[in-house]
């Protein structure tokens, strides 16, 4: 049973626009949530977090959004740069980070 | 940040044989470390969560007697594929949490010949 979903395997944005990406999730005991970024051939990397008592994150161009009563959460990166082409991961864990559940990913590629 | 190193990077073996691929926390200690594998253009499927001094939980329809799971330190985990065959060819990836964070080593690329 996916726990975590993103439903877009890919997605395309024009470089300096807004990158959205989307995620949703079905346990409401989910207590914390991670994007990671990942290029291929490599293991991921930690890009932001969002803890469940907040419903925005902010760290430079990368903005995560939490919606609790909707159960989703999304990335938002602006501007979108060519470096930032990759897969996102979105993942979830609950109070004690003893298991995350990951979605599917996404792939984003920004284009010059 | 905290680096978690894998090694090898990369490793062909034949049928048949077993390999053993190490995950490390070179600046931190973990007491909890993931190993998760990911299929070509799959997301990343955890196998097995490791902790350290007891034995490894495995998730449902990963097979404990072959993919054997050693978290032997607070730095060190291992595992080891046995009696590899060509349908273990994957890329694997180990993580280790610290605090309220996990981070992931580069991936190893199994090729089983």
């Known amino acids: 049973d996916q726990q975590v979903k993103q439903n877009s395997p890919s997605l395309s944005v024009q470089e300096g626009r807004i990158s959205i990406l989307n995620c949703d999730y079905t346990n409401s005991m989910f207590d914390y949530f991670l994007w990671y970024k990942k290029y291929p051939a490599e293991g991921p990397t930690f890009l932001i977090s969002i803890s469940s008592i907040k419903d925005k994150n902010e760290d430079g161009r990368f903005t995560v959004f939490l919606n609790k009563s909707a159960k989703h959460l999304s990335l938002h990166i602006v501007p979108s740069q060519p470096g930032d082409s990759a897969v996102y991961f979105c993942?979830?864990?609950?109070?004690?980070?003893?298991?995350?559940?990951f979605g599917s990913g996404t792939k984003l590629n920004v284009k010059p | 940040g905290a680096v978690v190193s894998q090694h090898p990077s990369w490793v062909i073996c034949k049928s048949g044989t077993s390999v053993k691929i190490e995950c490390r926390s070179l600046d931190f200690q973990a007491t909890t470390m993931f190993w998760y594998r990911q299929f070509p253009k799959q997301s990343l499927m955890l196998m097995a969560t490791s902790n350290e001094g007891s034995k490894a939980t495995y998730e449902q329809g990963v097979e404990k007697d072959k993919f054997l799971i050693n978290h032997a330190s607070l730095t060190l985990s291992t595992l080891t594929v046995t009696s590899a065959h060509p349908e273990d060819s994957s890329f694997y990836i180990c993580?280790?949490?610290?605090?309220?964070?996990?981070?992931f080593g580069p991936g190893t690329r199994l090729t089983v010949t």
């Open positions: 993942a979830a864990t609950l109070y004690n980070f003893n298991k995350f559940y």
């Open positions: 993580s280790a949490r610290a605090a309220y964070e996990q981070y």
